[in-house]
């Protein structure tokens, strides 16, 4: 049985090392994060995905959590590139202290994968380096460069159902980094070479930047017009080769809002990513103007923010564009009380429905989570001072909020003209 050593055991790493357990790998899961591996040796889940529970039960007899890195056949490294902000480069301290750990125990014919998503040239100009201080050779060792794909909220499904893409040193090296996924990936296996996979991870994560941001922008300029943008995108992506996204309170996430700056860092000739960054960004800041529009003229006022989520039915909090929305009204002069059922931890306190609702003027839903659906705006109202409602999904039934009796305005609805 081969021997594969996952360093980091977050989002990705973690559910990883689960599937590569479960189809017969023994598997070694490394985090520097204490914590994370005493819990994982005590049977607890560092965070909450769909199967994971199930997966982890199912893998457990192959796989061992460790805080120190052991000699493997396989080194899989999924640890986090976090934008530094200062210099629009990711800080890459993660990966490199995970390499300098493999470069100690790196043997001929080992095969290293980075899987975290790094700048285009990135491999060959800072990882392979690293990893021939070991006083090994690249083609001594094999090396490839497989961005993941999954979504949160979807991970293992997304996992073994997406098609993937291996980029290799050498041909042997994609070959050999194939057969590793393919014990679990049931979608095809695209091998090409390491600087193309890099690229491909940073262009798709910006295409849906841009798309999300016409998405935002459309919602505006349908504002200006008096017209309902949902009613006219679900009209617009009647036409076969339309599929418009949903405009939002913004875009958070730990990959959508700073993979672009990765891919045009050094770039002189982009123009449409930054803008579409730029777009998404904003995006905060115009709900925040629709909300004062509502509340116009009320004496200290206090919102409700239902959802601190990044996106609808997850736990992560990374990058949410409710951060910025908070701290704007909060310099606004408003009250802001949060409430959110599915995240533990958050800057605000995060308080229960009732709380968060108590003498609110105003409630902002920020954040798709389906179980806001349940809520019973009749119950919600009878504990507001006012009864106003800011929907930036579009996700409730406003029907039923203006039955009882709520001032209801949707991001995009075109009704202030
Ligand atoms: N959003 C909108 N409108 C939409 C869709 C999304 O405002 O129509 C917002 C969400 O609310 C969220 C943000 O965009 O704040 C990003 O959410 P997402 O669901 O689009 O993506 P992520 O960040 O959860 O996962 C993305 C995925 N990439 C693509 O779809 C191209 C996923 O496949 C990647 O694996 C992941 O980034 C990653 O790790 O790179």
Redesign the pocket.
């Known amino acids: 049985m081969k021997r594969i050593c996952v360093l980091g055991l977050g989002y ?1 790493g973690l559910p990883t090392a689960l599937l590569l357990a479960s189809s017969g790998f023994e598997v070694v899961g490394v985090d520097i994060n204490r914590k994370i591996v005493e819990n994982l040796k005590n049977g607890i889940l560092p965070f909450s995905e769909p199967g994971l529970e199930e997966l982890f039960a199912k893998a457990h007899k192959n796989f061992e959590a460790e805080e120190k890195i052991e000699p493997a056949d396989i080194y899989l490294i999924a640890a986090p590139t976090p934008l530094d902000k200062y210099v629009d480069v990711p800080d890459m301290k993660y990966v490199k202290s995970a390499l300098e750990s493999i470069g100690s125990v790196l043997e001929p014919g080992n095969l290293v994968i980075l899987e975290s ?1 790094v700048p285009v040239g990135t491999c060959e100009r800072f990882v392979i380096p690293i990893l021939e201080k070991s006083g090994l050779r690249a083609g001594e060792f094999h090396f490839a460069y497989c961005p ?6 979807r991970t293992l499904y ?1 996992m073994v159902h997406n098609d993937r893409i291996i980029g290799g040193i050498d041909r042997t090296s994609a070959e050999i980094a194939g057969e590793v996924y393919s014990s679990f990936v049931k979608g095809s296996i695209y091998l090409t070479n390491v600087r193309t996979a890099e690229f491909v ?1 940073l262009i ?2 910006a ?2 930047d841009v798309n ?1 941001a016409f ?1 935002n922008e459309i919602a505006q300029i349908a504002e200006e017009l008096g017209i309902n943008v949902w009613e006219a995108i679900e009209l617009a992506n009647k036409h076969p080769r339309v599929n418009i ?4 309170p ?7 809002p700073i ?1 672009p700056f990765f891919l045009v860092s050094n770039s002189l000739r982009s123009r449409l990513i930054p803008l579409a960054r730029e777009i998404n960004d904003q995006m905060p800041n115009y709900v925040l103007k629709k909300v004062k529009e509502m509340l116009l003229g009320l004496k200290d006022p206090t919102i409700t923010v239902l959802g601190v989520a ?3 039915n997850v736990d992560d909090t990374r990058e949410t ?1 409710a951060l910025k929305f908070i701290k704007l009204a909060e310099n606004e002069g408003f009250r802001v009380k949060v409430h959110d059922p599915l995240v533990r931890n958050f800057e605000y306190p995060l308080l229960s429905l009732e709380e968060a609702v108590k003498d609110s003027d105003c409630l902002v839903v920020i954040t ?1 989570h389906d179980v806001f659906r349940d809520i019973k705006p009749e119950e919600v109202a009878k504990l507001m001072r006012n009864r106003n409602l800011f929907d930036a999904r579009n996700l409730l039934n406003h029907e039923k909020w203006r039955k009882a009796g709520f001032r209801v305005r949707v991001i995009g609805d075109g009704s202030s003209l």
């Open positions: 990705i998503t993941e794909r999954a979504i949160p909220g997304e991870k798709e994560n295409y849906r999300i998405a996204l949903r405009p939002g913004g875009v958070g996430g730990h990959c959508i993979d990044y996106k609808g564009p798709d």
